[in-house]
């Protein structure tokens, strides 16, 4: 078996996988019934999806190119860094400013103090109102 139809099947393999994960991502993202069920979207699948389609992109131009593609690399490393960094934030400002929820995703979470919990929106302090 020649050597590049196996790494044509292994880039195939990650476009392909990547496509389906950012889809299913998607779905998730439209179809979850409140903010916290569809934070998982864009931060388990869709991430997962733009990894493997980034990974196969670096296996490509590093086979056409004759040389290490370094950028594919460093954008998915930064991407799986800030995406749950990211997800984290957005879910404890939504806990913070007590967003409706669906009764299977309730409870207390553990994690917050009373102090930290708001009856509503804080204002900016430089706007007063």
Known sequence: MNFYVL??????FFLIAGGIFAFI???????????????????KATTLGIGCILIGSMFYFSTTQGQPIIQE????LFLFITAPVSAHLLAKTGLHLKLKHVPKTGGKPLELRHDEVGEKPVLHPDRGH
């Not at 790494?7 to 195939?12: A, D, F, H, K, N």
């Not at 690399?73 to 998915?76: D, Q, R």
């Open 7 to 12: 790494l044509e099947g292994v880039i195939s």
């Open 25 to 43: 991502g998607s779905l998730g993202m439209t179809l979850l019934r409140d903010f916290y069920m569809r934070l998982h979207g864009p931060t």
């Open 73 to 76: 690399l460093l954008i998915t």
